[in-house]
């Protein structure tokens, strides 16, 4: 009996050392990227979520000085090729649908569903991809323009008359509204609820640990994406219901389109990219907006030349009372100089996954079939190779660049067939914001401003201001 007991003990032994071991030393047709899958099934998931203070991750810069630009490691139960390679990372992107295809986490995917535009492929995604140009692309931005501007204006001015102001909140709530007002016509004075609370913990709760329990950023996240989804599907069936005489917002676009019999579009499909856009812009409009002050409040040669573009505009003009005009956005060359540095140093977004759908070679490497890929804009935007200095806010170093919002060396708005679809409407937004901001008004920091990286970026004790208006 000793005996059988002993064998059964030995064999637990073999087989969890055997599995320890497997796991340490993956397989591979090749040479995987040097890196460490830290302890069996946590992996280093709790090092890459540990909160820091520098625009440089830790975890990132420290397994780049051990390992090299492209490293294993595992998170969150997923084994993950990190490419911090500004070759590899465009090469991923350039290859989506043949060697990688876009995937995210199941914990993503919970949150935003399993209809989400970055989970689908081949001709939904691209269906998808012109149903958002619907609203965001070149033709749309020329006729919201004037909206943009006295949206920014309303709100500054409101601003202007309180003591301080946290601009995170405070942005994020007017972006929130302008979205909301083109997808689902919400105005969150007439609505009994304000839908922006379902956003709060998302940045948070996006990367972080995907614990399920009440009190987790994670578990805010699901409840909020659970009431945000409930609601939409209530204002669509009232819509559905009530139909509006004229179409006029993306509510009235997805009804009509569901109508047709040849559709691709289903109603979870079209709830999922409404909630995806809801977020899209909220989150990364406000937070790009919120940092740009931030730099432009600690460099203030940028803010003098910034200001001076913008009021040469306001000079140059017969009417000075008129509204912005298309060419004047377009003539922001500066302006544009501060908002790619801005994405630059920010990377808002800090990860980007991928799967990899066959073995990839890449230089000596070999990257397995079915691996995460993920993708790190930062240690591209970071590297001092692509970027001297690449600490300081420096919007002059974009004078002789080219200003496209996608190369190998910039990766603000991802790259390729994925690369972001609302990239223009967000650096209208910006440039519009700043045109307002500067052309009328000054600001001083009353407290908060730090940024703390988990790895999202984010506020902990907001960035409060006061704002006041300029003397003429
Ligand atoms: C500063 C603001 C923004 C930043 C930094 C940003 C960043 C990104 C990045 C990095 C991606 C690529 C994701 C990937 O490759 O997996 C992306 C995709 C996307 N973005 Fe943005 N974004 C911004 C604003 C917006 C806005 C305003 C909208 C909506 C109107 C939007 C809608 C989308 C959508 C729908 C996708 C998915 C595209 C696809 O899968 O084909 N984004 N964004």
Redesign the pocket.
Known sequence: MLHVGLCIAALFVVSITHWVYRWRNPKCNGKLPPGSMGLPLLGETLDFFTPNQTNDTPFIKNRIKRYGPIFRTSLVGLQVIVSTDSELSYMV?QQEGQSFE?W?PPSFRRIFGNQN??SLHGSL?KY??NM?LS??GPESLKKMFSEVESVATRNLEVWASQETVELKTSIGNMVFEF?GKKLISYDPEKSSENLRDNFEAFIRGLISFPLEIPGTAYYKCLQGRKKMIMKLKNMLEERRAKPNKVKNDFFDYVLEELKQNDTMLTEATALD?MF??LF??FE??S??ITVAIKFLTHNPRALKELTEEHQKILRKRENPKAGLTWEEYKSMRFTFQVINET?RLAS??PV???KAKKDIKFKEYTIPSGWAVM?C?PAVHLDPVNYKDPLDFNPWRWEDMDLKSASKTF?????????????D???L??AIFLHCLVTKYQWQPIKGGDIVRTPGLQFPNGFHVRIFEKET
């Open positions: 992107f876009s995210y535009i970055s995604h998808l991809k958002v609203v965001v979205m990219l995806a856009l899209a812009n990364t409009t937070q790009a994405l808002i977004v980007l996954f991928r993708v804009p990766m603000a708005f991802g790259g390729g067939q994925r690369f972001c679809v609302g990239a409407f967000a650096k937004q910006i």
